[in-house]
């Protein structure tokens, strides 16, 4: 466990989760903290309500200064970090804005922002960064054309919300992230409350104005609403920027695999879901145990804490067959990339939406594209993506 927290663990962790599940894939290691590697076990403790996201009073316990921490006080606020009912309330409210017809009605525009991101890279003079180039400005871009951000502002998110996600890290708590991390959460926020009070002077067809027409600033409160918009531009941004980075990694690492989705779009679907099991971009999250259970066998204490490694479950053998290899005509059965049960994903369908557009419009656009040297990992554990993945046509 102890290798997961080194750079070499954190480069290539899959050799690792390997060996936490042959040793049992519900693990527990000390007191109080349990390690989930096995599918069907991970699958349960995410859908079984005894097992409880970080909500406030699992804080009071573990930390209990962690409300002069900014960004734990605003996740705690978010659906993310709360348990039935305020998630079952929150999370309603979140669906009846992020419906799947506003998610349908963006595909010209996804189209639109990854034709526009793709076209320099065909007649650059220089190998590009395609994290730089597309995976970083296309999510941001999109996430804020369905939230009813001005263009004019993307820049100014896209360090904010990547300080943001430190918070989320596993192991957090190096107090240097925390801070830029807590920095980000005030700014964000800021930026929210300005852009909800235009939007009520002016609204706009955007999700924003609709949130606020169905008045749901005033039945989840101002705090709570605004804590949520700044969540959807968090949680939608790194994910989808790794997801793009890996997969394309993929699709380097194999030319064949590229050749064949330039022939054959219309397996882009089954492309994405493949990239989403093999190298997914959240590799863990957690849960604690609400009161006393048992999984897999396991006693499990109320109030331990489970490490549930989605990524690892995406590797079970029990669940997929030759696990370590990239198979996109795999029966599809469905990875825990995005979760599953009451905190399954809300963004899945904005995800694939744009994993699914930008790979063919990718490859067709550029047909001699190659990797143009070394891709470089960040060294993050729970949010899996490259820092570089330089490429040529
Ligand atoms: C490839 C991209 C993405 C991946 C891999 C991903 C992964 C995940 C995972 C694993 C969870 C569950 C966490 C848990 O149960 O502890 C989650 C929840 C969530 N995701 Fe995503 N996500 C992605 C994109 C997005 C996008 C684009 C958005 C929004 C614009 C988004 C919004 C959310 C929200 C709001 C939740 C919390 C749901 C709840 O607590 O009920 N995600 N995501």
Redesign the pocket.
């Known amino acids: 466990m102890q290798a997961l927290a080194t750079a070499e663990g954190r480069a290539d962790p899959y050799p690792l989760y390997d060996r936490l599940r042959s040793a049992g894939p519900v693990l527990p290691l000390g007191e109080g903290f349990t390690v989930v590697t096995g599918y069907a076990e991970a699958d349960r403790v995410?859908r079984d309500a005894d097992f409880r996201?970080t909500d406030e009073a699992a804080l009071d316990r573990a930390l209990p200064g962690w409300r002069s921490v900014a960004s734990w006080r605003w996740l705690s606020r978010?659906?993310?970090?709360?348990n039935a009912p305020d998630?079952t309330r929150?999370?309603r409210l979140?669906g009846s804005a992020?419906t799947a017809r506003r998610v349908a009605a963006l595909r010209d525009d996804v189209t639109a922002l990854a034709e526009g991101l793709i076209a320099p890279i065909a007649t650059a003079d220089a190998p590009v960064d395609f994290m730089r180039a597309v995976a970083y400005p296309l999510?941001v871009a999109?996430?804020c054309a369905?939230l009813g951000v001005p263009a004019a502002d993307r820049d100014w998110f896209r360090p904010r919300a990547h300080d943001l996600t430190l918070a989320l890290e596993v192991f957090a708590g190096d107090p240097d992230e925390l801070a830029r991390a807590d920095a980000a959460s005030d700014e964000l926020e800021d930026y929210f409350v300005d852009l909800l009070a235009r939007r009520q002077r002016e609204p706009g067809d955007d999700m924003i104005s609709d949130l606020l027409a169905s008045g749901a600033a005033g039945e989840a409160g101002g705090v709570e609403l605004v804590a949520?918009l700044v969540?959807?531009?968090v949680?939608?941004?790194e994910?989808?920027t790794?997801?793009l980075g890996n997969g394309l990694a993929v699709l380097l690492d194999e030319p064949r695999h590229a050749d064949r989705l330039r022939a054959h779009p219309e397996l882009a679907e089954a492309y994405v879901e493949e990239m989403?099991r093999f190298d997914?971009?959240?590799q863990v999250?957690?849960?604690y145990a609400g009161r006393d259970t048992e999984l897999a066998g396991v006693g499990v204490p109320a109030g331990t804490e489970l490490l549930?490694v989605?990524a690892a479950a995406g590797r079970d053998p029990r669940r997929f067959a030759q696990p370590d290899r990239f198979l996109p005509d795999r029966p599809t059965a469905p990875s825990?990339?995005?979760?599953?049960?009451?905190?399954?994903?809300?963004?899945?369908p904005?995800?694939?939406l744009?994993?699914r557009t930008a790979f063919p419009l990718l490859l067709d656009r550029l047909p001699g594209l190659r990797a143009a040297g070394p891709a470089v990992r960040r060294d993050r554990l729970g949010f899996r993506g490259f820092a570089e993945l330089p490429i040529t046509t």
């Open positions: 995410l996201v978010t659906m993310l970090w709360r998630h929150l999370r979140a992020f999510p999109v996430i369905l949520h969540l959807l531009l949680a939608g941004f994910t989808t790794n997801l989403l997914p971009p959240v999250t957690s849960r549930v989605l825990l990339s995005f979760g599953a049960g009451a905190h399954f994903c809300l963004g899945a904005l995800a694939r744009e994993a």
